[in-house]
């Protein structure tokens, strides 16, 4: 019986005084086969394929090709770290607004720098909708610069909230278990393998999503 609900979101948490999270990152490293991280004929297609299919979707938002390098690296950082949280004892960094903040962050200030600098004119008339009436101008103006300005926020808080949300519900029906009779036992435990499949769906959109909309924002640029 756990003494805190979020001491599941806890980075300190270990097995036998080990943290597992830096072993299973190297774990997961050891298990995929060699053919993984090849690139040719040899290689596995399932990477290559992955990336042409984020590729694609980028491809009518973000010209750069930096930028889709960029994106598709951060797309993989995010879904392996949200993956990797849903194993037992594994701490998930993407739980915390301090790692989700980490991630957005530099990505939007590269974004507003990159504007601001080279493209003016441009990030000017991203500040007042065309067809603004004179007088709300002013008005329209604070609230674009406040919605541009809280968007590493929203960014953050987004995939933190949801990563936080399945969790708990994992661990509110798992402490079930010992408070129900043993009749209800099976239905928990069908109740955990299907809420366990969807925060496995779960963490691979909400890496999409922070993808996706990072795309969208660079595209403005």
């Known amino acids: ?31 995929l086969p060699n053919s993984l991280w090849l690139i040719g004929p040899q290689g596995n297609k399932a990477p290559l394929t ?82 603004t009436p ?12 406040i919605s541009n300005t809280i968007r590493p926020a929203t960014l953050a808080v987004r995939l933190a909230a949801n990563m936080i949300a399945g969790h708990l519900l994992l661990t509110i029906l798992s402490e079930q278990s010992n408070k129900n009779p043993t009749s209800v036992l099976p239905a928990l435990f069908l109740s955990q393998i299907a809420l366990l499949t969807l925060e496995t769906a779960v963490a691979i959109i909400q890496a999409y999503v922070f993808t996706i909309l990072s795309a969208l924002y660079i595209s403005e640029v």
């Open 1 to 31: 019986m756990m003494t805190n609900l979020f001491s599941i979101f806890d980075p300190s948490s270990s097995l036998l005084s080990a943290p597992l999270y830096w072993v299973s990152l190297l774990l997961i490293m050891m298990i």
């Open 50 to 131: 992955l990336s042409m299919v984020l590729f694609n979707e980028m491809k009518i938002i973000v010209k750069s090709k930096g930028f889709k390098i960029i994106l598709l690296t951060l797309f993989m950082i995010i879904m392996t770290n949200n993956t990797l949280g849903l194993a037992p004892y594994v701490f998930t960094p993407t739980s915390h607004m301090l790692i989700t903040l980490s991630l957005s962050l530099p990505l939007w200030l590269a974004i507003v720098m990159q504007g601001w600098t080279k493209k003016f004119n441009h990030m000017m008339t991203h500040l007042v909708p065309q067809g």
């Open 134 to 145: 004179g007088p709300l101008m002013p008005f329209m103006v604070c609230i674009e610069t």
